[in-house]
């Protein structure tokens, strides 16, 4: 370790080492403390930069809503308020009210059904005076983004008399004006139609005058949108007997509701231009007669007297038999200039009296897809469609995509798309790679051009749609594929700096470091090395290193931060970068892991100019919309990452949130980094201590292990229970925990992690402070494999945790990750096993990998978890060892959570392992008494009756 990190780690432990009695006053973090430990969500400012609004959201509770005054620090807060956004103008703040968390628990533990459940609300918050609105039961709502006077939203529909008890009341909202609604009249119901012909059921759709708070309701909306501008509002309405089915569309200037289009049938992906004023939506009330209803596509403008319909079955430029679907989306480009929607077969009439299918898998040989695959992928195999897009000037429809290039990226440009076609390659996904190959495919002509054969790495479109950026894994290289005319351009090959990952350890062709934008009109591309970004013009070799060598000469990685505040509406459009503009970057030491960020003048280079650099993480950096403006999310291990905000030299910020001011009643802990050599190679790690430490005393020590973790060095782990351990809970109850990173060769990722693994120890234990006596490891998953092969060959540990470990790679090899429907060869073969080869190629690497084969090595006590429903590692793989260990009567321990998946997903299971693995490690590294689990074990007929909810500050 060089020296200079030496006598900083010194420093820094005798300067904790003067702090014994103030943290001996403070209580360790315990599990009371979990459930009130708060989160920021969905942080962002109102576009002139005047208030900024967050979730603050606790592990287990319900959230409260933020609204705080960036000038005069006045804070607004709404009980359970999730989700705010801003209004265009920024005078009011929307969000949802969720429903109390107890009473969704309650309904869910009686059995009631989704739509029995409790809904949640809408709020509206006037920023000015501070008042809030609330409505109850509110499905979704809509807001325009151009401009603020108006909200729409649909409410849920009511509930069955048998579920309509009284709701929970929504958080008490300031008095505001509550004028009569003006509600038009609904049709009467009638008998349901044919299972082909089912309708949704609509319900009702309220617009709301943000400033009067006046009314209008309009009942059986199934669907609805909102123009950008806000000059419309439209609205499908169905109804069983289909009097009025049809879409209207309501002059928000005025009151006149014009008729877009109308008939029995069901009109659904009603979509507004951005840049327009023009609607689209689909409807098959022309063909709702018939046996298999299909959909045309329509549009509607306000010069128009109706909607026209601009494709249909057997129009032109779609291919025969074809037919606009609604399982596809219907979108303009933002300018109205063009408009997607997706196609497929026309649907035929299936005769009712069809037997119902067998129940019966048939695995063929000569399937691309494995059958567990088209399993995991039914769903959307039943709603493909193929990309189309209408010329709306011309009316003249291209089709893009068909079931040869299945998959079709657009953006906002009118020039090109670009089609992904893994179906070549399907089978190798078992035991390769993901590959596919793309097409650039001219919008005007539908015209395809070649951009990569075989690819794993893909590409991607350029904003205007000139060129398609490709990475050559095997070649190691980024080129450009021009769309006018398919000129292949290189763009890094033969450059002294690396644009592939350096570190990547994989038998396999190593990803690359990435690409980071492109200027305006295409006119430059910008890609990252390790440490620097170039600017490359993609029509020829011209490479320029915008960050003058400075991330190389500092060892600074740097990355682009992004700068723009969350918008009301997400805009899917690749975006281009002003090239005039400064650019903020990112810059993580390499070597400290220190965080910093900078900003170059602008895209064309320069030398970065530093503006912070400290030793903590950051992440959530935005400025807003129409003000300078800037937020910075930022903390460390001991330091909750909240949100600062600055101009934009980022000078003299200021904390704007707090979300867990407890944490100061807390025994914390320190970060640490250390460095050391294993596998012939220099490999850092982290080491926390806890508050208070004396560097004289010996320690009990957890190491947590999976590959590389140092980068997050200053990374905050929030207390909580989880699959798991939680770091913090055992450095601030008096455990150091180290985390190393692990570099691996081909062929032996056991030895491979154990010998990175006792170096780190080493390292550590030559410092004194750890008792080696009392040392234990932890793991889920790939970390789980590892220190399952461990324990087979050291008794260095006093106890170990691996959950869903894979102890036997023969036959976890050929097993299904259920969650993908994948076979696991190629993880085994290129991916994180690292094998470099199958079984029945190296069965000698396989049998000395697996730790089934040297269980009877094991010493050491055992604890893990194997969940039935377990989605990534066969679960019988934690069966298999367990039984072996039990049958050479080692100490093991077996935990199986009935349904649960690879990582627990249940709160209440989160919980209730947490509580037993923390008992496991303490009795063995710390001495306390043996749980009576582990004396007795749990009877079948006893299972989970014990409650651990009190421990947690609940009600038993």
């Known amino acids: 370790m060089p020296a200079r990190f030496s006598f900083a780690l010194a420093a820094a432990l005798f300067a904790a080492a003067s702090l014994p009695s103030q943290a001996a006053l403070k209580p360790p973090i315990g599990y009371t403390a979990y459930d009130s430990w708060n989160a920021i969500r969905n942080a962002s400012f109102s576009p002139d930069g005047a208030w900024f609004a967050y979730a603050l959201t606790p592990e287990d509770g319900d959230a409260t809503l933020v609204a705080r005054n960036v000038k005069t620090g006045r804070e607004l807060r709404e009980a359970r308020g999730t989700l705010p956004v801003f209004t265009a103008d920024g005078r009011h703040l929307i969000y949802t009210i969720a429903p109390p968390k107890a009473d969704v628990d309650a309904a869910k533990k009686a059995g009631k059904k989704a739509d029995a459940q409790p809904k949640a609300g809408l709020g509206i918050l006037d920023l000015s005076s501070g008042v809030a609105s609330t409505v109850d039961r509110v499905k979704s709502r809509k807001l325009a983004t151009a401009s603020a006077h108006w909200i729409v939203y649909l409410l849920e529909k009511p509930l069955s008399a048998k579920d309509a008890v009284k709701p929970s009341p929504l958080p008490e909202a300031s008095p505001s004006p509550r004028p009569g609604a003006t509600a038009l009249a609904s049709a009467s119901p009638s008998p349901a139609p044919d299972e082909n012909k089912k309708k949704a059921t609509g319900a009702r759709l309220v617009l709301r005058d943000l400033d009067s708070g006046a009314t209008i309701e309009i009942p059986d909306v199934t669907e609805y949108a909102i123009s950008p501008d806000e000059k419309y509002l439209a609205w499908a309405t169905e109804t ?20 877009a289009a109308s008939g029995a049938g069901r009109y659904t992906n009603l979509a507004f231009a951005t840049g327009a004023d023009t609607l689209a939506f689909l409807s098959d009330a022309s063909s709702y007669a018939s ?88 769903d959307a195999d039943a709603k493909q469609t193929f990309l189309a897009a209408v010329h709306v000037d011309s009316g003249k429809i291209v089709q893009l995509g068909s079931p040869t290039l299945p998959q079709v990226e657009t953006n906002q440009n009118h020039a090109s798309a670009l089609g992904t076609d893994p179906r070549p390659y399907y089978k190798q996904r078992s035991y390769d790679d993901f590959y596919a190959d793309e097409y650039l495919i001219s919008l005007q002509t539908g015209r395809r051009i070649l951009a990569a054969r075989r690819t794993s790495a893909g590409c991607s479109l350029s904003p205007a749609g000139k060129y398609a950026l490709c990475y050559d894994a095997p070649g190691r290289y980024w080129y450009t594929v021009r769309a006018r005319d398919g000129r292949r351009v290189a763009l890094t090959k033969g450059l002294k700096v690396a644009f592939y990952d350096e570190l990547d350890d994989h038998p396999a062709a190593p990803p690359a470091y990435g690409s980071v934008g492109w200027t305006t009109g295409d006119a430059r591309v910008l890609l990252r090395d390790r440490y620097d970004i170039w600017s490359f013009d993609p029509d020829r070799v011209d490479a320029r290193d915008i960050t003058a060598g400075y991330g190389r000469a500092h060892k600074r990685r740097f990355e682009r ?53 400290e030793p903590r993480q950051y992440a959530g950096f935005f400025k807003a919309k129409n003000a300078d403006v800037y937020a910075l999310q930022r903390g460390s291990f001991h330091e909750y990452p909240d949100f600062w905000i600055g101009g934009p030299s980022l000078t003299g910020l200021t904390r704007i949130t707090d979300a867990d001011p407890q944490m100061a009643r807390y025994r914390w802990g320190t970060e640490h ?48 229970p989880g699959t798991s351990p939680n770091l913090l809970r055992y450095v601030s109850n008096g455990y150091v925990v180290m985390v190393p990173d692990i570099a691996y060769g081909t062929g032996h990722p056991g030895p ?18 750890v008792d080696p006596k009392h040392v234990g490891i932890a793991g889920h998953s790939w970390g789980a494999y590892e220190i399952a092969y461990m324990v087979t060959q050291t008794d260095r540990f006093a106890a170990v945790e691996a959950g869903a470990a894979v102890a036997d790679m023969t036959s976890a090899f050929g097993g299904i990750r259920w969650g993908s429907g994948l ?63 039990r049958r050479l009567n080692k100490e093991a321990y077996l935990f199986v959570f009935n349904g649960e998946y690879h990582n627990l997903h249940g709160r209440e299971q989160q919980k209730y392992w947490t509580v037993h693995l923390d008992e496991y490690f303490d009795h063995f590294l710390k001495g306390t008494p043996t749980p009576d689990w582990m004396l007795h074990g749990v009877p079948y007929l006893h299972k989970g009756e014990r409650d651990v909810r009190p421990l947690y500050g609940e009600k038993p």
């Open 561 to 613: 931060a992004v700068t723009e505040n969350l918008p009301v509406a997400s805009e899917t459009a690749a975006t281009a970068i002003d090239p005039s503009a400064p650019m903020y970057l990112f810059g993580l030491d390499d070597v400290t892991k220190d965080d910093g960020l900078f900003v170059l003048a602008n895209a064309t280079g320069g030398t970065p100019r530093q503006l912070l650099s």
């Open 823 to 885: 076979v696991r060869d190629f993880q085994y073969e290129h991916g994180q096993s690292r094998m470099g080869a199958t079984p029945w190629q190296r069965p000698d690497l396989y049998i000395a990998n697996s730790a089934i084969y040297h269980v009877q090595n094991v010493r050491t006590p055992y604890l893990t978890i194997a969940n039935d429903n377990d989605d990534a590692v066969p679960w019988y793989q934690g069966i298999e060892f367990f039984s072996a260990l």
């Open 240 to 259: 069983a007997n289909g009097a009025t089915d049809g879409v209207d569309v309501r002059d928000l200037s005025g009151a006149v509701v014009m008729r």
């Open 673 to 720: 980094l250390f460095h050391y050599r294993a596998n012939g190679k220099p490999l850092d790690g982290i080491v926390y201590l806890p508050d208070g430490f004396d560097p004289k005393k010996k320690y009990p020590m957890l190491v947590y292990i999976y590959e590389r973790f140092a980068d997050g060095l200053h990374a905050f782990h929030a207390p909580a």
């Open 752 to 769: 491979d992690a154990l010998h990175a693994v006792n170096a780190a120890i080493d390292a550590i234990a030559a410092r004194g402070y």
């Open 291 to 378: 046996a298999a209803p299909h959909p045309d596509l329509l549009l509607w403008t306000p010069a128009a007297p109706a909607a026209r319909v601009v494709a249909h079955l057997g129009s032109a430029g779609l291919p025969r038999g074809y037919t606009p679907d609604a399982n596809g989306d219907v979108s303009f480009t933002k300018d109205g200039a063009l408009l997607y929607f997706g196609t497929n077969v026309a649907p035929k009439p299936v005769p009712s009296d069809s037997p119902a299918p067998m129940q019966v898998d048939l695995w063929n040989w000569r399937d691309g897809r494995l059958q567990a695959e088209q399993q995991v992928e039914a």
